[in-house]
């Protein structure tokens, strides 16, 4: 998981870089231990992030879409079923 991640690469790193206070160390060889143990370079963190933020909200998206239609289709049957008991009542 990516959402918590240790600082490497010198005294000014942050301890926590899921905690939002990430700062440089002055140099491009910064990086970050992930929770799994995986030690990578900020800017692949920053990557890999994004990468699971865009999954989880394809997933949530595509799971509105099946409720929306879910919706609609139990709209639909309502609707049927009260114009029909509406003519039932007038038969």
Do not use: C
């Not at 240790?6 to 899921?18: E, I, L, Q």
């Not at 890999?48 to 865009?54: F, K, W």
């Amino acid at each position: 998981m990516l959402g918590r991640a240790a600082m490497k690469g010198g005294p000014s790193a942050s301890s926590h870089a899921a905690d939002g206070a990430v700062r440089s160390n002055g140099g491009s060889g910064a990086t970050v231990v992930t929770d799994a143990g995986q030690e990578v370079t900020v800017s692949q963190f920053v990557a890999q992030l994004d990468e699971a933020a865009r999954r989880r909200l394809d997933s949530i998206h595509q799971r509105l879409r099946l409720l929306e239609q879910q919706m609609e289709t139990l709209e639909a049957e309502v609707g049927k079923a009260r114009s029909s008991s509406t003519m039932d009542t007038y038969a």
